[in-house]
């Protein structure tokens, strides 16, 4: 179908779009979501779920009703994502453009988020990101260098390829090893299951006992999106 014979609006509406810093106005979470387009409450229920927010909405007082100030500066970052994501997907469109819109968020929430939108229905999925992580799944993975395509294909002939984004992939996996290999030993802490499909392996943080619990919540939460691709980078052992 001819895109320029297609109305405007109807067009429109065939889009969901989701950026790394959209903006949030002052006004419920509720009003956020719908943007105006007097959507249902269930619609609203439903893509806040699917956006891993409903969680933390129904922790509010006013719960849907609670008040978003503008910019979303009495809300976290990965909150305000969520809501964003939710916005985008409300309308259940047909096309679905993910701009980094998850960077705020660590894996296993991104990963519960993408599992959600992959069962939402028939769409196209766009996503743009710096996580390897967030694209393997795609049917085609476009790698940009420099403003540049300078490789296609699945996440498999890609790593096969031994290319760019191959050298991408495992400096990664190698950076965190590295990081991870040099903290202090104590006692340990198994960090596993990270995987939505259960693929990562258990992999053992050794922790002095004097480590604060919040930087050791900070460094998993910092690296943990590279450490579950590390499954797929068997000759990097920690």
Known sequence: RDIRTIDTNELHSMFGVALQNDFIFNGSVKENIDFGRNLSFNEIKNAARRAQALGFIEEFPEGFEHEVTSKG???????????????????????????????????????RLRSAISEIGDKSVIIASQR???????????????????????HQ?????????????????????????????????ALSNLSADRKCPKFIYKIPKNFRVEKMKHLLRKYEAQACDLYEAAALPP
């Open 73 to 111: 500066t009495n809300i976290s970052g990965g909150q305000k994502q969520r809501l964003l994501i939710a916005r985008a997907i409300a309308a259940n469109p047909g096309i679905l453009i993910l701009d980094d819109s998850s960077s705020a968020l660590d894996f296993a929430t991104d990963a």
């Open 132 to 154: 390897t992580s967030a694209v393997q799944n795609a049917d085609v993975i476009l790698v940009m260098r420099d403003g540049h395509i300078v490789e296609q294909g699945s």
């Open 157 to 189: 002939e890609l790593l096969a390829k031994q290319g760019f984004y191959y050298n991408l992939y495992t400096v990664v996996c190698k950076e965190t090893i590295d990081i991870l290999c040099q903290l202090p030993v104590d006692y340990r802490f």
